[in-house]
């Protein structure tokens, strides 16, 4: 039976399934996000109705939430995401979230591990095409 060893110019590559990869590669600011987008839909919605009495009109200004809100929601993940990696000095040496000087609101760990895996994969697929070695 041959082992492999697994080093800097052979690391692991962990297969990802199809069927998983949708719910298990979300960032950690999604579930904030999608709340954000249907509390906003739907408050702008019931307002609108309330006030002017009239369903197209209430459900096209509770549309036009959407990508307001998303704008603002991505933007604000971004911003903590930054502030996340800006602190990566001080989590190591295992100061508490509440004392760093930019604290940050979700915890980025396993999503950055996604992405170091997924560049690591492409790295992986353009070596093999640029060696000629892949098998259709």
Do not use: C
Not at 61 to 72: C, D, H, K, Y
Not at 86 to 109: A, T
Request: proline share 6%; aromatic share 12%.
């Amino acid at each position: 039976m041959a082992t492999t060893q697994i080093d800097s110019e052979n690391p692991e590559v962990i297969p990802t399934t199809s069927s998983s990869s949708w719910f298990s590669n979300l960032d950690p600011a999604f579930p904030t996000t999608a709340f954000s987008m249907f509390t906003n839909f739907a408050i702008a919605n019931m307002f609108v109705y309330g006030v002017t009495g009239r369903a197209r009109l209430a459900y096209i200004s509770g549309a036009l939430t959407i990508p307001l809100s998303l704008f603002v929601s991505l933007k604000a993940a971004t911003e903590d995401f930054e502030r996340w990696k800006k602190m990566r000095h001080l989590r190591e040496k295992g100061l508490p979230v509440k004392l760093m000087p930019y604290p940050y609101k979700f915890d980025w760990e396993d999503h950055e591990i996604h992405l170091r895996q997924r560049k690591l994969e492409r790295e992986i697929k353009n070596a093999e095409n640029l060696s000629g070695t892949t098998q259709n």
